[in-house]
């Protein structure tokens, strides 16, 4: 087999899907990073796997986190929610993915704003990127409010599953009135 750059580009190639529908403006997007900043060699010339027994004080770990800038935005898209989120975010995926020059297949993770949101938004971007995770077998993080959207998608590789193992759950803005009688 023939071994190259190109191989490895494509091997070493992640790309994350972002969904956010916890405000008023709905946010999809696909970043790209590459595993290569996750595997520089020691100095010795043995590769260094980042994973989560590395200290904050060792010498190697502080140069690979360096390198932890690699992510870039592939695409994105932004909408006005207008409560019809259920008839157009999977068709703004779709594009999206196409948009970014890949598949939906080749998404890695998937990172779902949990809230506080409104409940029907919410609930949607959230089942959105639970069902997709699930059908990719792929894990799904959420991203809390305040949380950085770089730092939790750069923990993606040292202290996550790399298949679905756990669903995001919404964080609501008040608790949802479903059971109330209209009226």
Same mark, same amino acid.
């Given at each position: 087999? #023939?071994r190259?750059?190109?191989?490895?580009?494509?091997?070493d190639?992640?790309f994350?899907?972002?969904?956010d529908?916890?405000?008023?403006?709905?946010?999809?997007?696909?970043?790209?990073?590459?595993?290569r900043?996750?595997?520089h060699?020691?100095?010795n010339g043995?590769?260094l796997?980042v994973?989560?027994?590395?200290?904050?004080?060792?010498?190697?770990?502080n140069r690979?986190?360096?390198?932890?800038?690699?992510l870039?935005?592939?695409?994105?898209?932004?909408?006005e929610s207008d409560?019809?989120?259920?008839?157009?975010?999977?068709?703004?995926?779709? #594009?999206l993915?196409?948009?970014?020059?890949?598949?939906?297949?080749k998404?890695r993770?998937?990172?779902?704003?949990s809230?506080?949101?409104q409940?029907?938004?919410?609930?949607?971007?959230v089942?959105?990127?639970?069902?997709?995770?699930?059908s990719?077998?792929?894990p799904?993080?959420?991203l809390?409010?305040?949380?950085?959207?770089?730092?939790?998608?750069k923990?993606?590789?040292s202290?996550?599953?790399?298949v679905?193992?756990?669903?995001?759950?919404?964080?609501y803005?008040?608790?949802?009135?479903?059971?109330?009688?209209?009226?």
């Amino acid at each position: 087999m #023939k071994r190259g750059r190109s191989f490895l580009n494509k091997v070493d190639k992640k790309f994350v899907l972002y969904i956010d529908t916890a405000g008023s403006r709905i946010k999809i997007a696909v970043f790209d990073y590459d595993l290569r900043a996750w595997r520089h060699p020691r100095e010795n010339g043995d590769p260094l796997i980042v994973d989560s027994r590395l200290r904050g004080n060792d010498k190697d770990a502080n140069r690979v986190s360096r390198n932890y800038d690699k992510l870039r935005l592939a695409a994105e898209d932004e909408w006005e929610s207008d409560q019809n989120e259920t008839e157009v975010l999977l068709f703004r995926i779709d #594009k999206l993915v196409k948009k970014a020059n890949i598949g939906i297949a080749k998404v890695r993770m998937i990172l779902a704003a949990s809230g506080p949101g409104q409940y029907t938004t919410l609930r949607i971007g959230v089942a959105t990127a639970n069902a997709l995770a699930f059908s990719l077998n792929i894990p799904v993080n959420q991203l809390k409010e305040g949380e950085d959207l770089k730092t939790v998608i750069k923990s993606y590789g040292s202290s996550h599953s790399d298949v679905f193992d756990k669903p995001v759950k919404p964080k609501y803005l008040r608790p949802p009135h479903i059971t109330k009688k209209r009226g």
